[in-house]
């Protein structure tokens, strides 16, 4: 879910949120791998959006501004094709730090979108805010199976909005059938191209199969690709017909977790490191 509605400047955050959220920022210097946050907006029945393709604002003023806070903090910010054709989100940041312009601020756009369905044009949101310096042009990861059998037409689109500087990014690996080995992939593919720290916002399928994708560390155990999860907990219910985050398995994973309210909203931060299911 997106919770970027216009491009003016959001309030700063009082000295007690930045407090909260200072211990899950990415550390400095980074590791040798990429750091991901996991964050979303969801009801109390763990819905995120009243239904497919429905752009939902859950997020109230202050966790609109805890969100573009972390967004500052983020080398990149990654949301799935469906919630971009659904949103149209501008993946900028409008939080005003200190001796940085809006586009240094900003963390660069990623949409996973194996096959291209974004078709992203100038006028897409982010294209916009990117032309008139408020945010960065977007990276678009597609399969780099895709990419060798595209149409003309898709290229000629593709060479379109990479001269107005968005990138579309083959990824080895992207769709093969195994979301560990394609979230391995994405990663891999970022860091080699300068993205140290990963704000992953959704949607429901980016963050129900990233919450189970776990690969193997160098004693063999499983790891979760994400380091922190920061959760906002709307007071609404959204309705059993509402897109529901809820991995196929049962995990209990996060530790070190601190709750914290903002305005009428509840988050919920922690980290997120051993995977183990609970049954």
């Known amino acids: 879910m997106s ?49 497919h393709g429905q752009r939902t604002q859950l997020s109230g ?15 990149g910010i990654l949301v799935g094709v469906n919630t971009f054709l659904a949103d149209n989100p501008g993946l900028n940041c ?13 963390p660069r756009p990623i949409i996973v979108d194996p096959t291209f369905r974004c078709k ?27 990419h060798t059998s595209a149409s003309p037409s898709d290229f000629e689109h593709i060479q379109s909005i990479e001269r107005m500087g968005a990138r579309v990014i083959p990824i080895i690996g ?10 391995a992939a994405i990663l ?39 380091d922190v999860v920061i959760i906002t907990i709307a007071p609404v219910y959204l309705g059993k017909n509402g897109v529901e985050v809820s991995p196929a398995s049962a995990l209990d994973n996060l530790y070190d977790i601190t709750w914290a309210q903002f305005g009428r909203d509840c988050v919920m931060a922690s980290f997120n490191k051993k995977l183990r299911a609970v049954f």
């Open 174 to 183: 992207l769709q093969s059938g195994n979301k560990n080995e394609s979230w």
């Open 188 to 226: 891999k593919s970022l860091k080699e191209l300068g993205i140290r720290s990963l704000m992953v916002e959704g949607g429901a399928r980016v963050i129900n199969d990233l919450l189970c994708t776990a690969v193997d560390d160098i004693n063999g155990n499983k790891v979760s690709l994400v």
């Open 120 to 146: 992203i044009e100038a006028s897409s949101k982010s294209m916009m805010l990117a032309a008139s310096m408020e945010g960065k042009e977007p990276w678009i990861l597609v399969s780099a199976e895709w």
């Open 3 to 51: 919770t970027d509605m216009t491009s003016h400047t959001l309030d700063l955050l009082p000295d007690s949120s930045t407090s909260f959220l200072s211990p899950y920022l990415p550390p400095s210097p980074h590791a040798d791998r990429v750091f991901v946050t996991l964050t979303y907006a969801a009801s109390l029945d763990s819905r995120i959006a009243l239904g």
């Open 61 to 75: 003023s202050e966790s609109k501004c805890m969100t573009h806070y972390l967004r500052a903090h983020h080398d």
């Open 94 to 106: 409008r939080y005003s730090i200190a001796g940085k312009s809006p586009v240094e601020a900003s």
